[in-house]
Structures are given as structure tokens and as C-alpha cells.
């Protein structure tokens, strides 16, 4: 059975707090490897999982990520590989959503990925290159399963967009603070707050009690405790990855040190 | 002017061709969508304003060379027992049809008040193209070219540096075109509110494939009339290469509902189909997402990018533009693959018979229509010579061991 990750967000609402929503991508370092590090960032704070699907056009990421999926494929990670991630993930209890480009999910077949997801136990997907407008099937199939549809909205986004897009949205919506890709930053962006608000506005609007969750360019736990200021949830992508990426060979020093990111992000949100 | 909207190459609202849903379309991150839509209403004014309109043609005529000649290519008539017909797009300033296009965006970007523009390239003949608009227009310009290309076209990436444009070697996956444009598409995520993407080939997102058509469409309209008023009548048949599609679907767009022309686009067929090491992405590939649009991708079975190979760094690419996908689906053209061997015989044999040294991209199209002649003798066969080849004189060099001069004993 798949949760949604609405659920998370709630839990963290009424402890009133933000979730924390962390990434990494699938088959990295290994396929295996990758699913130890997930799980030890579920038991070190995370509330929400992103696990991306590598991807050879990754037109959305930035060097840290790009670099994490290229490995991954030179090591041959399949789609399959990503469901088999998810499963793991999942099993922890901890709502679990796929992060992925459009085409292999048209590939592997609209439908078919869909249930597979499913079965497999995750909520759902977000989708950085397929916007409401061009995602019918993916929204039908999403929605005869009850899975989450987390689209983004961007600080160039207009007003009638982000309504259509938080209208189209399960789960979440995922406000891209910073125009560019993924990636850590030293400071957060003053993007950021402006579109929330104008997130938050068309929520009311168009789907009460939807949350609205702030990611790129997150990477410790004061950046994570202004975004958790204004937002329901904070997602952290390019940090995790590095946190393995500065430790090539040695998972368990790379573990040790999700742990310790982890848990001063988890204090930034709760601060 | 305006034509009667043709649903193979002319985009529904959404940028659909071939009907909603097919090909075509915007499949592009939401922070892109804005300025997507400005480029898009920009455009759609600027073809309804006379003043853009002249600006643009102006330009072609006085400083590219526009209308480029239809030649009679008597010479390789004989050798191909057709009548062979050359869009000497070879001849336009810059070398190649590129320049129509980059000239159309550079002005549309100036009426956006836009001061930089980016581009991808991969031949570096997009690259120089651009380089020279934003040399001509005033405006900043940085070039996206994989390192592989840096290296097997560096004429002109020494041409684009003399212009005052910045190149950048990209480094990521293939290093070739289609990294290229992921990092254009990286630069444009961040640069959007000053920067304008050249984009150079008719594919990508809406409205790319269509707004690239617009300032091509003169190839095919140029060489219908030159045609008709060399023969007096249509050509049997049309050729051109296919790399993205922009040379292409600028000359078939004006043959489209002409259903006695036949249309033959020729993609780069590498080291030859069977071997898995081509670019023949419609003959060989299947129906994906890549950079924007629905169309023809070369990919396994995760939907993965394949790396394409040709010899040709223009026709490089693992996707083509969605009118070309519409246009092999409806089944009104023909792609078909040349390989690398077949392509440098015909840039030789073009070489010797007519004292022309096409592209190796154009050697493309030479070839297979040298190929289609053998079952239209004594017909007309029209063939955009995109771009002349002096970028590929470092790769002709090589491939014919030439450069050394032959000892007289
Ligand atoms: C001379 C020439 N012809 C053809 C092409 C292929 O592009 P397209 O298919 O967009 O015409 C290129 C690309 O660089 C080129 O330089």
C-alpha cells in the first residue's frame, strides 16, 4: 500500500514544524549502497524520501547530481533497479516518491509504470520536465491509483500557472526556489519567500491544505530553519549527494556522514 | 503571405503535429514555460509586423547573401543520369543555411530587449551563425559545444572566439550536440530574464521546431520558384540531410502539397545501421522524450539516450525535430540512412565533378540522392547543399590521407 506523503506533512504540521524531504538518487553509489544510504537517512530525521530515477539528459541538475546519475548508469542501473529502491524505502513506513524525467517512465509505459510504482509501495512521482499541461496520461493513471503528482512551480511561473499547477497537484507542491538547476548554495534565495506566497495564494484557491514544499539550494541546517519559516516542507537534494560523493569508497564513512547532515537539517526545520 | 496551416509542420496550440497528442509538444521544466510563451508571442508579432518582416529580409539579402542560387549541376547529372539541382546554401555568408535562422532569433531577441544570447552547437556552424548575428546585432553570446566537437571542428571554433563569442567545452555525458543543449537548457534555467537560446535546428519545444521553420522557409520557397523557372516545372523529387531537421524542413515545406514531389531525408547512417553506431534516428530509433519534444530518439529500453555516432558532427544528434517525426508517420517523406563511407565518396565526388566541397552533412544528401537517382533516371532531383566544407577540411584530411604532397621520384 502506497502513503501518500500528504501524511508526513500533516504529522510535521502538527508538531508544528516543516518536513524534512531528502533525496538521492537510485544505484548510487550501488544499487544496494544506495538503499542502505536511504534507509539511513529515513532513521536520521528524513519524513519524506525522494529517490531519482538516473536519467542520460538530466537537464534539471546541476554537476553534484549530474555526476551521482552518471555513475549510477555506467554502473547500469535499470528503471527496475529504481522500483526495487522504492520497495526498500518504503518498507520503512516513510512515504517514498520517485523523482524522474519524463521519458523512461514513457518508455517502461505510462500505465505500466504507474502500477509498478504502486506495487512497489511508493506515493507517487514528481516530475521536473512534464508540467499539467502536457501530462494527461500520466494524471490518469496517477489518480486511478491514488498516487501523488507533485509538479513544480518556478519564481517565473505566472499566477494562472501556479493555479493550474497546484490544481493538478497530490501531495505536494514543489517550489523551485532559485531560477536554475539543482545544487547547493551558500545563501538561500529571496525568490523563495515571494513564491510561496503566491503558492500559498492559489492553494487556497484551487486545493485547500495542499502543502507547499521549498527545494534547490539547501545544504544545511540555518538555510533549512529559514525555509522551514515559510514553508511546509524543505527538500534537500545536492547536499546528500555530496555527503557520498566526498567520501568515494568508503559507504560507511559516506553514511556517517548523511547522519550527521541529517540530523542538523532535521534540527533546522524543528527550529 | 501567410500559408494555409499544413498539421505536419505548422503546431496546434500546444505545439502539436500530426494531430493533439503526437508529436511535438513542450516537455520542459516549469521555470522554462515563461519564457517559452514570451518567445512564442514575441514571434507570432513580429511574422504579423511588416517592419520585422522587412528587417529580416533586408538582412538575408544585403548580409547573407539570400536568395542563395539554384545550380544546375551538369556534371553530376551525367554521373547520376538525373537531373541534379543544388540549393547552394554553401554559398550564404557564414557557409550554410544556419545563418537564416540565427539572424530571424537575433532580431527577435533585440525586440525582446534581451542582451545575450546562447546557442548549442555541434558542427560549430550553429555556433559561428550565432557568433556572427551577435557580432552584427551587439550582443553578448556564449556558445555550448561538446569537447568532443571542440576538437574535431576546431576551425570553427577559432572562428567563433575571433567573433567575440565565448565557447565553452561541455564535458558531461557524450560530450557531443545533445549535451550541448542540456547545458544551454542549464545556462537558460538561470539567465532567462536577459538571455535569449538561439536554439539551432528545428527541434526542441514548442515553439522551437515551428519559429526555426519560419526564418528556414525561404530555402524551400527560394528553390521552388528558381526551380520552375530553370524547368518550368516542379522537381521530381527533393533532398536534403537530416540532423535536427532545420535544412530539411526548410525545403520541404514548400513541396508538401505538391504530391507529385517526393521528399527524401537523408540522416547520417555512421559507421552503417547494423552496427548500432549511427544517427539514424527516424530509420533506426523509436518514439521518446528528448529535449522538449515527442519525436524520434535513439534509446534502450529504459528510455535511456543513445549515443549517436557519424562522422558528421551536424547530423550527430540522437533526436530530430517533431515535424520530421509527423512527416515519416503520415508517411509523405521518406528517411533513409547514409553511411560515413557513403557520405565522404560523395563529398569527393561532388569535389571533382563540380569544384564544390559540400559539407560532410551535405555529403549526406548528395549521397542518397545519387542512391534514389538510380530508380528516377532522367528525372529532376532537387538537394539543399546546406553548407560548404571547409570546417571539414581537418576530417577530410585525415580520412583521405591527404595534406601530404606526392614525391616526384
Ligand atoms: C552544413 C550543415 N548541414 C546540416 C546540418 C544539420 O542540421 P539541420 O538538420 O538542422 O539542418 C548542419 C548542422 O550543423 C550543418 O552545419
Known amino acids: 500500500m502506497s502513503t501518500s506523503v500528504s501524511v508526513a506533512f500533516e504529522k510535521a504540521r502538527a508538531d508544528g514544524r516543516a518536513a524534512l524531504v531528502g533525496y538521492l538518487p537510485a544505484g548510487f553509489p550501488t544499487v544496494d549502497g544506495g538503499i542502505a544510504a536511504l534507509r539511513t537517512m529515513v532513521e536520521s530525521g528524513c519524513d519524506v524520501i525522494e529517490i531519482g530515477l538516473p536519467y542520460s539528459d538530466p537537464v534539471m541538475d546541476g554537476p553534484t547530481i549530474q555526476a551521482a546519475a552518471q555513475q549510477a548508469l555506467e554502473a547500469g542501473v535499470r528503471t527496475t533497479d529504481v522500483l526495487r529502491t522504492v520497495e526498500a524505502v518504503a518498507a520503512t513506513g516513510v512515504p517514498t516518491l520517485v523523482m524522474t524525467y519524463w521519458n523512461p517512465v514513457e518508455r517502461y509505459g505510462v500505465e505500466r509504470f504507474a502500477q509498478h510504482l504502486y506495487d512497489a509501495g511508493g506515493a507517487g512521482l514528481i516530475t521536473p520536465d512534464l508540467t499539467p499541461d502536457f501530462a494527461p496520461e500520466w494524471i490518469a493513471a496517477a489518480d486511478a491509483r491514488d498516487l501523488d503528482k507533485v509538479f513544480l512551480v518556478a519564481p517565473s511561473s505566472t499566477d494562472e500557472r501556479i493555479a493550474m499547477t ?53 545544504s544545511n541546517g540555518v538555510q533549512a530553519a529559514e525555509v522551514a519559516s515559510y514553508a511546509d516542507g524543505v527538500i534537500v537534494g545536492s547536499a546528500f549527494v555530496r555527503a557520498l560523493l566526498d567520501h568515494p569508497d568508503d559507504l560507511d564513512a559516506g553514511r556517517r556522514a548523511l547522519v550527521k547532515l541529517t540530523e542538523d537539517l532535521a534540527r533546522g526545520v524543528r527550529s | 503571405m501567410t500559408p494555409t496551416p499544413n498539421s505536419q509542420y505548422d503546431a496546434d496550440l500546444h505545439g502539436w503535429y500530426g494531430g493533439a497528442g503526437s508529436f511535438g509538444g513542450r516537455f520542459m521544466p516549469e521555470a522554462l514555460i515563461a519564457a517559452l510563451d514570451e518567445l512564442d508571442a514575441a514571434w507570432q508579432k513580429a511574422m504579423l509586423d511588416p517592419a520585422f518582416l522587412q528587417e529580416f529580409e533586408g538582412l538575408l539579402q544585403n548580409y547573407a547573401g539570400v536568395p542563395s542560387m539554384l545550380y544546375e549541376a551538369h556534371r553530376l547529372s551525367d554521373h547520376a543520369g538525373a537531373r541534379i539541382l543544388l540549393k547552394r546554401e554553401d554559398l550564404n555568408h557564414t557557409g550554410a543555411h544556419k545563418i537564416r535562422n540565427v539572424l530571424g532569433q537575433a532580431l527577435l531577441t533585440k525586440r525582446m530587449g534581451k542582451t545575450r544570447v546562447i546557442a548549442e552547437t555541434g558542427a560549430g556552424q550553429h555556433g559561428v551563425a550565432s557568433a556572427t548575428a551577435a557580432a552584427y546585432l551587439g550582443l553578448d553570446c556564449t556558445v555550448y559545444m561538446g569537447e568532443v566537437d571542440t576538437e574535431r571542428q576546431a576551425l570553427n571554433v577559432a572562428r567563433m572566439q575571433l567573433l567575440g563569442a565565448e565557447v565553452i567545452p561541455v564535458r558531461s555525458g557524450s560530450r557531443t550536440l545533445k549535451d550541448a543543449i542540456n547545458e544551454a537548457l542549464r545556462d537558460w534555467v538561470a539567465s532567462v530574464d536577459h538571455t535569449a537560446y538561439l536554439f539551432g535546428t528545428a527541434a526542441g519545444p514548442h515553439p522551437f521546431p515551428s519559429l526555426v521553420l519560419s526564418f528556414v522557409r525561404g530555402i524551400g520557397d527560394e528553390a521552388r520558384r528558381q526551380c520552375l523557372d530553370l524547368t518550368g516545372s516542379l522537381p521530381d523529387a527533393v533532398a536534403a540531410c537530416v540532423g535536427g531537421g532545420s535544412n530539411a524542413i526548410g525545403l520541404f515545406a514548400a513541396f508538401l502539397d505538391d504530391p507529385d514531389v517526393a521528399i527524401y531525408g537523408f540522416e547520417a547512417g555512421g559507421d552503417g545501421v547494423e552496427t548500432g553506431r549511427h544517427a539514424a534516428t527516424i530509420f533506426a530509433g523509436s518514439v521518446g522524450v528528448l529535449h522538449g519534444s515527442r519525436t524520434y530518439v535513439l534509446q534502450d529500453d529504459d528510455g535511456q539516450t543513445i549515443e549517436s555516432h557519424s562522422i558528421s558532427a551536424g547530423l550527430d ?49 548528395v549521397s542518397g540522392a545519387l542512391k534514389v537517382a538510380q530508380e528516377r533516371q532522367g528525372e529532376t532531383i532537387l538537394i539543399n547543399l546546406s553548407g560548404r566544407g571547409d570546417k571539414d577540411m581537418g576530417t577530410a584530411l585525415e580520412y583521405f590521407g591527404l595534406g601530404t604532397p606526392k614525391e616526384t621520384a
Do not use: N, W
Open chain 1, 166 to 218: 497546484t490544481a493538478a497537484c497530490r501531495g505536494f507542491v514543489y517550489a523551485t526556489a532559485v531560477m536554475g538547476v539543482t545544487g547547493a548554495r551558500d545563501a538561500t534565495s529571496d525568490l523563495a519567500g515571494p513564491l510561496v506566497e503566491r503558492t500559498k495564494r492559489a492553494v487556497a484557491a484551487t486545493a485547500p491544505g495542499l502543502p507547499v514544499g521549498v527545494g534547490l539550494g539547501v
Open chain 2, 317 to 365: 544528434y540522437p533526436g530530430v525535430g517533431p515535424q520530421h517525426a509527423a512527416l515519416a508517420a503520415s508517411g509523405r517523406a521518406s528517411y533513409l540512412p547514409v553511411t560515413d563511407a557513403e557520405a565522404m565518396e560523395a563529398m569527393s565526388l561532388l569535389a571533382r565533378t563540380e569544384g564544390i566541397i559540400p559539407a560532410i552533412e551535405s555529403a549526406h544528401a
